[in-house]
């Protein structure tokens, strides 16, 4: 299993746009792909799953992913946050 922590940089924290961005990288890959925060873990495929734990900027996300391509993943979702998934 791979992980990372990044911390969301958007001023409007994860709403729906780059939410829904997040679960369109994840979904891109094989791998199991999570998303933990403040002590619950969802699906990064799950729009419904990621939307529910209201993260906030500044709000630190541990990325994992567990599969053929979790390096991949996790790197691709971490540069996403870490792009401000284009807002910024």
Not at 50 to 55: E, P, Q
């Amino acid at each position: 299993m791979k992980k990372d922590t990044v911390v969301i940089p958007n001023e409007t924290g994860l709403h729906a746009r780059p939410a829904s961005m997040l679960v369109d990288e994840a979904s891109s890959y094989d791998s199991e792909v999570q998303i933990v925060y403040d002590g619950q873990e969802v699906n990064a495929k799950s729009i419904m799953g990621v939307m529910s734990l209201g993260i906030s900027q500044d709000g630190e996300i541990v990325v994992q992913a567990k599969g053929e391509d979790e390096e991949e993943a996790v790197a691709a979702i971490v540069e996403l946050v870490e792009g401000g998934f284009g807002e910024e």
